[in-house]
């Protein structure tokens, strides 16, 4: 979540208004600060969280792995003020995701306990949590949906149009590896479905990057399975 008020939502005008008193009171509740190098895991997955962590700014990625060793990407994040441990601070359980450092970023590391006791001092401030959490959960969602029910030639199609259309909050990434992990399947999968695209004369490929080719023709694809 980031510690800014996202600009939609009920509450998003009270918010602004309460956001400078809100992120003092935050700030009050910094233990110090932290250097994590490209590659670093800021939070790993299944540990205890002990401290939430906030990122000014910097890139951080997202991702999940199963017993079997396959692994599932969320996504990059650029950071600005975003907080990490947050769900895991409300549900006193282990880690769910591995956050992890893109470049080198400097990380705040935050008292969960002076948290807790800030929220219970000044209850208005959990409407902060509350928006911007179930603002990343239906987020989120819609990913899990998409990736679950749609073929991965759709996901991939999609994924490209909404980027065009909008600017979304998590990014995809540059090695096709990981971009198949964003996508829940593997590289010879995920290198199969963006040939069948390529084929298809929708989009085109350079290194590793992929351009729409037309956008109503896209479009159109999309279309068809909905």
């Not at 700030?27 to 190098?37: I, R």
């Not at 928006?131 to 989120?140: E, G, I, T, V």
């Not at 199969?192 to 992929?210: H, P, S, T």
Request: charged fraction near 25%; proline fraction near 1%; aromatic fraction near 14%.
């Amino acid at each position: 979540m980031q510690l800014k008020p996202y600009q939609t939502g009920r509450f998003t005008a009270h918010l602004n208004a309460l956001y400078e008193e809100f992120r003092q009171a935050f700030y009050q509740c910094q233990l110090h600060s932290k250097f994590f190098q490209a590659g670093e895991e800021i939070l790993r997955q299944g540990q205890v969280v002990d401290h939430l962590y906030l990122v000014s700014v910097g890139r951080v990625s997202m991702n999940i792995s199963a017993v079997n060793g396959r692994r599932f990407q969320l996504g990059e994040v650029d950071c600005d003020h975003h907080i990490f441990g947050e769900m895991e601070f409300f549900n006193d359980t282990f880690c769910q995701w591995n956050v992890v450092a893109e470049e080198q970023i400097e990380v705040d590391v935050i008292c969960l306990k002076a948290v807790a006791d800030l929220l219970l001092e000044r209850p208005e401030f959990t409407l902060f949590f509350a928006s911007a959490l179930a603002y990343d959960y239906q987020d989120s969602l819609d990913i899990y949906t998409y990736r679950l029910l749609h073929p991965i030639t759709y996901n991939i199609a999609y994924d490209l149009w909404h980027r065009n259309q909008e600017q979304v909050m998590l990014g995809s990434f540059g090695k096709a590896g990981q971009e198949a992990e964003r996508f829940g399947t593997s590289s010879r999968v995920y290198r199969r479905a963006v040939k069948e695209l390529v084929d298809k004369g929708l989009i085109e490929k350079q290194g590793n990057e992929i351009r729409i080719v037309e956008m109503d023709n896209l479009k159109a694809f999309i279309d068809q399975f909905e």
